[in-house]
């Protein structure tokens, strides 16, 4: 297997939580999974493959995000006024809902597989503030892991 980018990153807990990466060279919604017993996340994921439409309003609603976090890094603006608000932008909101039912549209193909992630190096920021990116090797998950139904 060979690591993939992962292209925008919705929940941030010690690494990428939720969030799309490719998955042979595909772009998939994830979803690591919480391990209750050991109280951490572990490097399983649910991951579900997203159409075209999905996609494009995904890259959407990130432009929103990075030009937010931009004005914040810059000074121009606090975490309060957060997109999701609706105080930046308002069609952020209206994007996530048109996401979420993207991804719900294609649930039953949802799969658990095992994620290793790594920072991707790049050249000077990404935008404004921004300097990490990460990516991600996808590998069948172990017996004791669970069937994939449970991902769904």
Same mark, same amino acid.
């Given at each position: 297997m060979a690591y993939e980018p992962i292209h925008m990153t919705w929940d941030y807990w010690d690494g990428p939580r939720t969030g799309i990466a490719d998955c042979e060279g595909r772009p998939h919604y994830f979803s690591c999974l919480f391990d209750p017993q050991q109280e951490e996340y572990r490097d399983l994921f649910a991951i579900t493959p997203?159409? &075209?439409e999905t996609w494009h309003w995904a890259q959407q609603h990130w432009a929103i995000w990075q030009r937010w976090e931009a004005e914040v890094n810059a000074g121009r603006l606090t975490p309060e006024s957060h997109p999701k608000y609706g105080h930046f932008d308002p069609r952020y909101t209206e994007l996530e809902a048109l996401i979420d039912s993207g991804i719900d549209r294609l649930r039953d193909q949802t799969v658990r597989r095992r994620g290793a992630l790594r920072r991707r190096a790049v050249e000077g920021e990404l935008f404004p503030g921004q300097w990490n990116r990460y990516e991600i090797e996808w590998s069948a998950p172990? &017996?004791?892991?669970?069937?994939?139904?449970? &991902?769904?």
């Open positions: 997203i159409d &075209a172990l &017996a004791d892991d669970g069937p994939d139904e449970g &991902a769904k």
